[in-house]
């Protein structure tokens, strides 16, 4: 059984910052790409940020030089540095991690519980 668990999410003003972490738990062979993704009232679910295992990153055009992914492999979590943040970040923030639970090489998503981020205006 994998779990993932998110921590960080909060109520900022305009500019604020703010950092969301995600801890992998459970039985965990390996993990391959971790992500972010939001969810906004009304909207689907976008892609927010991406890291492979390698530490290749790639991030939607909307939070491109605001936002950070980074990972620890050795604590399995992966982390979203929200700087500049804007009214339109506002979203439950949901972490994905593709893992090997067994060593087979089968992969599979999991996702988080999600974790609010709200940005007064």
């Known amino acids: 059984q994998v779990q993932l668990v998110e921590s960080g999410g909060g109520l900022v003003q305009t500019g604020g910052s703010l950092r969301l972490s995600c801890a992998a738990s459970g039985s965990i062979f390996s993990i391959n790409a971790m992500r972010w993704y939001r969810q906004a009232p009304g909207t689907q679910r976008e892609l927010v940020a991406a890291?492979?295992?390698?530490?290749?990153?790639n991030y939607a055009g909307s939070v491109k030089g605001r936002f950070t992914i980074s990972r620890d492999n050795a604590k399995n979590t992966v982390y979203l540095q929200m700087n500049s943040l804007k009214p339109e970040d506002t979203a439950v923030y949901y972490c994905?991690?593709?893992?090997?639970?067994?060593?087979?090489?089968?992969?599979?998503?999991?996702w988080g519980q999600g974790t609010q981020v709200t940005v007064s205006s």
């Open positions: 890291i492979s295992s390698g530490g290749v990153t």
């Open positions: 994905n991690a593709v893992i090997d639970y067994s060593g087979s090489f089968h992969y599979t998503s999991y």
